[in-house]
């Protein structure tokens, strides 16, 4: 008797359970999917107060804590009281003081130290030619001249055929340099194995531009220009024949 009894009432939840639209922990009127008030104190706390201690899970599948509703197109969104510090808290093993939450191209994130960043492994490389031939508007040139590594802290670093070969890791990269002795609008693309990763629009010159680069394997690098039309008579329209310079300068944070 006790066996069908229990099995009554299993049944019972399961027919049950689909009839709730809502869940709530601790309030009887809940304001999402599933909604837990933690202190108990909805009813009484202020407008502005009230969600700092609750958990919601609304019908998107959104997590939220402390607050009543998801930041728009945030998947886990968490608020803390104000002024309060350490609102979020993330212990893998990597994390450590000065350390800096880092991420790769599939959204993994670990802890990378960030007292020793920048001044811990990093590569200078330039790239210039005296008389480099410009394509007019509309077409790419892929950049070639002397190459030269004026610094270099990271193993495995190398250079030949107008492009930097790095080994495997991620990277900053920080890119500067122009057309000399003219005025360009132009676009400066950064090529991984032949293949644009990453771009940068400018005007006169490129200054303080920064990448992120994660090479799973080791990866020459080299650099594509080409010209944005803007219709100012003060810059210059290629095609043309000038002097240019540029560097990048790889800052490695993590093997």
Same mark, same amino acid.
Request: aromatic content about 10%; glycine content about 8%.
């Given at each position: 008797?006790?066996?069908?009894?229990?099995?009554?009432? !299993?049944?019972?939840?399961?027919?049950?359970?689909?009839?709730?639209?809502?869940?709530?922990?601790?309030?009887?009127?809940?304001?999402?999917?599933?909604?837990?008030?933690?202190?108990?104190?909805?009813?009484?706390?202020?407008?502005?107060?009230?969600?700092?201690?609750?958990?919601?899970?609304?019908?998107?599948?959104?997590?939220?804590?402390?607050?009543?509703?998801?930041?728009?197109?945030?998947?886990?969104?968490?608020?803390?009281?104000?002024?309060?510090?350490?609102?979020?808290?993330? !212990?893998?093993?990597?994390?450590? +003081?000065?350390?800096?939450?880092?991420?790769?191209?599939?959204?993994?994130?670990?802890? !990378?130290?960030?007292?020793?960043?920048?001044?811990?492994?990093?590569?200078?490389?330039?790239?210039?030619?005296?008389?480099?031939?410009?394509?007019?508007?509309?077409?790419?040139?892929?950049?070639?001249?002397?190459?030269?590594?004026?610094?270099? +802290?990271?193993?495995?670093?190398?250079?030949?055929?107008?492009?930097?070969?790095?080994?495997?890791?991620?990277?900053?990269?920080?890119?500067?340099?122009?057309?000399?002795?003219?005025?360009?609008?132009?676009?400066?693309?950064?090529?991984?194995?032949?293949? +644009?990763?990453?771009?940068?629009?400018?005007?006169?010159?490129?200054?303080?531009?920064?990448?992120?680069?994660?090479?799973?394997?080791?990866?020459?690098?080299?650099?594509?220009?080409?010209?944005?039309?803007?219709?100012?008579?003060?810059?210059?329209?290629?095609?043309?024949?000038?002097?240019?310079?540029?560097?990048?300068?790889?800052?490695?944070?993590?093997?």
């Amino acid at each position: 008797m006790k066996i069908n009894l229990s099995c009554i009432l !299993v049944l019972l939840i399961i027919y049950l359970c689909p009839l709730a639209a809502q869940i709530g922990v601790n309030l009887e009127n809940p304001e999402a999917l599933f909604h837990l008030d933690s202190k108990k104190n909805n009813a009484t706390a202020t407008a502005t107060t009230k969600y700092l201690d609750d958990v919601i899970i609304d019908n998107n599948g959104n997590l939220v804590i402390g607050a009543k509703a998801a930041v728009a197109g945030a998947k886990v969104t968490v608020t803390g009281e104000s002024g309060s510090k350490g609102v979020l808290k993330i !212990v893998d093993g990597t994390q450590g +003081e000065g350390y800096i939450l880092h991420g790769n191209n599939e959204g993994v994130g670990d802890w !990378v130290n960030f007292k020793t960043f920048p001044f811990n492994k990093y590569c200078i490389w330039t790239l210039q030619n005296t008389a480099f031939s410009f394509s007019s508007i509309g077409k790419k040139s892929n950049l070639t001249g002397t190459a030269s590594i004026d610094y270099n +802290e990271i193993t495995g670093a190398s250079t030949a055929s107008s492009a930097i070969t790095m080994p495997k890791g991620r990277y900053l990269i920080l890119a500067a340099g122009e057309i000399e002795s003219t005025k360009e609008n132009a676009i400066l693309h950064l090529l991984v194995n032949g293949t +644009e990763t990453n771009k940068v629009y400018y005007s006169d010159y490129v200054n303080g531009s920064i990448f992120y680069q994660d090479l799973s394997q080791q990866s020459a690098i080299s650099l594509q220009w080409e010209a944005v039309d803007t219709n100012n008579i003060y810059y210059a329209a290629p095609p043309f024949q000038k002097p240019y310079k540029y560097s990048l300068t790889f800052i490695r944070i993590k093997d």
